[in-house]
């Protein structure tokens, strides 16, 4: 992946990640799969229960980054809130953006540590916070990742069986109807 997208994918996250925050939501896992450096699109975690589904659903991001033959995919998840949805210990800087860069050979751990501060409260218990990004630590070749997005990237690059003319399309409307957000790119479009 070239510099510039690499750049464009990191901005876009931490923008996206800034506007949930300050509107009181959880931002949730993504993945961005790459095929010969054109992505694919944008495709967020569905809701999950805590536990065995939010390792399941992490996971499953995978299916479009194999559907569409990647060969290169980006995913990005919060330290704290993988952690609790998945039942797991807090590994490494919280609160804290993750992304990893991998490829079916090697991956790049990125972190980007921030602190929050409180802008308000709402009604319903939920608080709106700004990310105050905090000095980002060199990037970590074959970095350890939690187990779920580990899976994620292990299954990215395991090639779908699929006795249908359009594995990628099926793909797609399967995990639409599962409840994954999916932003495709105009030349991935269905």
Same mark, same amino acid.
Request: net charge negative; no cysteine; hydrophobic share 35%.
């Given at each position: 992946m070239d510099t510039r997208t690499w750049d464009a994918l990191t901005e876009s996250m931490k923008s996206s990640y800034a506007a949930d925050l300050k509107e @009181?939501?959880?931002?949730?896992? %993504?993945?961005?799969? !790459?095929?010969?450096? &054109?992505? %694919?699109g944008l495709i967020w975690l569905r809701p999950v229960k *805590?536990?065995?589904?939010? !390792?399941?659903?992490?996971? =499953?991001l995978s299916n479009i980054a194999a559907a569409a033959g990647a060969d290169e995919v980006v995913l990005a998840w919060? *330290? &704290?809130d993988v952690a609790t949805a998945c +039942?797991?210990?807090? #590994?490494? =800087?919280?609160p804290c953006l993750n992304m990893v860069h991998a /490829?079916?050979? +090697?991956? *790049? !751990?990125?972190?980007f540590p921030y =602190?929050?501060?409180?802008?308000?409260?709402?009604?319903?218990?939920?608080? =709106? %916070?700004?990310?105050?990004? &905090?000095? *980002?630590? #060199?990037? &970590?070749? @074959?970095?350890?990742l939690v187990p779920p997005v580990r899976a994620?990237?292990?299954? #990215?690059? /395991?090639?779908?069986?699929?006795?249908h003319p359009s594995p990628f399309g099926v793909t797609v409307v399967l995990m639409e109807e599962d409840g994954y957000t999916l932003h495709l790119t105009e030349t991935? #479009?269905?």
């Open positions: @009181g939501a959880v931002p949730r896992p %993504v993945i961005m799969p !790459l095929v010969h450096g &054109q992505l %694919v *805590t536990g065995q589904d939010a !390792l399941t659903g992490i996971a =499953s919060e *330290t &704290q +039942e797991l210990p807090v #590994a490494g =800087s919280a /490829t079916k050979d +090697e991956h *790049t !751990l990125h972190q =602190s929050e501060d409180v802008l308000a409260h709402g009604p319903d218990g939920w608080t =709106s %916070v700004e990310p105050r990004w &905090q000095s *980002t630590p #060199a990037p &970590q070749p @074959g970095g350890e994620a990237v292990d299954y #990215a690059f /395991t090639p779908i069986e699929m006795d991935f #479009a269905l």
